[in-house]
C-alpha cells in the first residue's frame, strides 16, 4: 500500500527547546492514525509541521507523488471564535474549497456538488441553511468536518475533534469519521480519547517526554506496560 506521508526521524525546536526527538512514521492510503500524548508532549507542534506552519529542526517529511500538503483537509480544535461564526452552514462547508480553486473568484458546479456530497455523507444536507452558531457542538462538528473533506479526498488531520462533546455527540461524530475512512480516506487524529480512539484506529503514535515512545498496532499497544487500563 503506497504511503500519503512519511515522517522520517523528525525533530522539532520550540524557542530553543527541542520537544520533539527523532519521530517517524508512516500513512498509507486508508490508514487510520492516532497520535496520544499528554500536554506538552509535542502534539501541537507535530501537527504544525504535518501542515508546513512550522519547519522540522532535523528529519523529513516526504508526500507521495501527486499529493502536496496543502490537500490535507485540516479540523482544528474549536475555539469560541468557530463556534460564534456568523454564517451558514453551507457557507461554512464550501469554503473548504477555497485551496482547490486558485484564482477564480467564485465558486462553480465543482465545489458545489463537493459541498453537497459530504453534507450528505454526514447527514446535514438539511442543515445547509441553518446558521452555523446556533447548531449543535456535535452538529458543527460535522460541518467543519464537511468542510475539512471538501480541502481533500486523501488526508484528514483532525485535532481534538470530540473535545467539548458529550457522550452522545462524541459517539456520533467517531461514526461519521468511520464512514469516511472506509471510504479509503486515510485519518490522522490526535485525541486525548485513548479508549475510544483505540477501537477505531489501524495505527498508534504516543509521544512523552520529547520523544516517540510507541508506533505501531492498537494490538501491540495495548500490550505495552504504560497502557493503563
Same mark, same amino acid.
Given at each position: 500500500?503506497n504511503n500519503?506521508?512519511?515522517?522520517?526521524? =523528525? +525533530?522539532?525546536?520550540?524557542?530553543g527547546?527541542e520537544?520533539?526527538?527523532?519521530?517517524s512514521?508512516n500513512v498509507?492510503q486508508?490508514?487510520?492514525?492516532?497520535?496520544?500524548?499528554?500536554?506538552?508532549? !509535542?502534539? $501541537?507542534?507535530?501537527?504544525?509541521?504535518?501542515?508546513?506552519l512550522k519547519?522540522?529542526s /532535523?528529519?523529513?517529511i #516526504?508526500f507521495?507523488?501527486?499529493f502536496n500538503?496543502? %490537500?490535507? !483537509?485540516?479540523?482544528p480544535q474549536t475555539? *469560541?471564535?468557530?463556534?460564534?461564526?456568523? #454564517?451558514? *452552514?453551507? %457557507?461554512?462547508?464550501? $469554503?473548504?474549497?477555497?485551496?482547490?480553486?486558485?484564482h477564480?473568484?467564485f465558486y462553480g458546479k465543482?465545489? /458545489?456538488?463537493a459541498?453537497?456530497k459530504?453534507m %450528505?455523507?454526514l +447527514?446535514i444536507y438539511?442543515? /445547509?441553511?441553518?446558521?452555523?452558531?446556533n447548531? +449543535?457542538?456535535?452538529q458543527k462538528?460535522r460541518?467543519?468536518?464537511a468542510?475539512a473533506?471538501c &480541502?481533500?479526498g486523501k488526508l484528514?488531520?483532525?485535532?481534538?475533534?470530540? &473535545?467539548?462533546?458529550?457522550n452522545?455527540a *462524541?459517539a456520533?461524530?467517531y461514526? &461519521?469519521?468511520?464512514k @469516511?475512512?472506509? $471510504?479509503g480516506?486515510?485519518?490522522?487524529?490526535?485525541?486525548h480519547?485513548i479508549?475510544? $480512539?483505540l477501537? =477505531? &484506529? /489501524?495505527h498508534v503514535?504516543?509521544?512523552g517526554?520529547g520523544?516517540?515512545?510507541?508506533y505501531?498496532t492498537? @494490538?501491540d499497544y495495548e500490550r505495552?506496560e504504560?497502557f493503563?487500563?
Amino acid at each position: 500500500m503506497n504511503n500519503l506521508l512519511t515522517v522520517k526521524n =523528525v +525533530s522539532i525546536t520550540y524557542e530553543g527547546k527541542e520537544v520533539i526527538g527523532g519521530v517517524s512514521f508512516n500513512v498509507a492510503q486508508g490508514d487510520f492514525l492516532v497520535i496520544f500524548g499528554e500536554n506538552g508532549s !509535542g502534539k $501541537s507542534s507535530l501537527v504544525k509541521v504535518l501542515l508546513g506552519l512550522k519547519a522540522p529542526s /532535523k528529519g523529513e517529511i #516526504a508526500f507521495a507523488e501527486g499529493f502536496n500538503r496543502w %490537500e490535507i !483537509g485540516y479540523l482544528p480544535q474549536t475555539t *469560541a471564535h468557530q463556534n460564534d461564526f456568523p #454564517a451558514s *452552514a453551507w %457557507e461554512v462547508v464550501i $469554503s473548504g474549497c477555497l485551496n482547490q480553486m486558485g484564482h477564480r473568484p467564485f465558486y462553480g458546479k465543482k465545489e /458545489k456538488e463537493a459541498a453537497k456530497k459530504n453534507m %450528505e455523507l454526514l +447527514s446535514i444536507y438539511n442543515l /445547509k441553511n441553518e446558521c452555523f452558531r446556533n447548531l +449543535s457542538g456535535g452538529q458543527k462538528q460535522r460541518v467543519l468536518l464537511a468542510r475539512a473533506l471538501c &480541502a481533500t479526498g486523501k488526508l484528514l488531520l483532525l485535532d481534538e475533534p470530540v &473535545a467539548g462533546l458529550d457522550n452522545a455527540a *462524541a459517539a456520533d461524530f467517531y461514526e &461519521a469519521i468511520c464512514k @469516511i475512512n472506509s $471510504s479509503g480516506v486515510a485519518v490522522v487524529m490526535v485525541s486525548h480519547d485513548i479508549h475510544t $480512539s483505540l477501537s =477505531v &484506529a /489501524k495505527h498508534v503514535l504516543k509521544l512523552g517526554n520529547g520523544n516517540e515512545l510507541f508506533y505501531g498496532t492498537p @494490538i501491540d499497544y495495548e500490550r505495552e506496560e504504560f497502557f493503563e487500563k
